[in-house]
């Protein structure tokens, strides 16, 4: 399997998606009782967030990357047109 790049905002949005659908889950099966609204604030909230983690992320990669001088990864050869 290859390996990926790991994305701190694309986590940080999936947990408040799921956190969104916890509530929604918990209001459904009777656990507690949640106005529609409520999940609005938490998944705009959640999306800022990740895009703040995100733009901090690549900051920092891009910083890191500066110092480097050798390529990380070889190069790709280029498909026949």
């Known amino acids: 399997m290859l390996r990926h790049e790991f994305q701190?905002?694309?986590?940080?949005?999936g947990f408040f998606v799921a956190l969104a659908g916890v509530i929604?889950?918990?209001d459904a099966g009777g656990a507690w009782e949640t106005p529609w609204?409520?999940?609005i604030p938490v998944?705009?909230?959640g999306l800022c967030l990740?895009?703040?983690?995100g733009l901090l992320t690549r900051g920092i990669r891009r910083r890191r990357g500066k110092g480097r001088t050798g390529a990380t990864a070889e190069p790709q050869p280029e498909a026949p047109r």
């Open 8 to 13: 701190p905002g694309k986590l940080v949005a």
């Open 24 to 26: 929604y889950a918990g």
């Open 37 to 39: 609204f409520v999940v």
């Open 43 to 45: 998944v705009t909230g």
């Open 50 to 53: 990740a895009g703040a983690v």
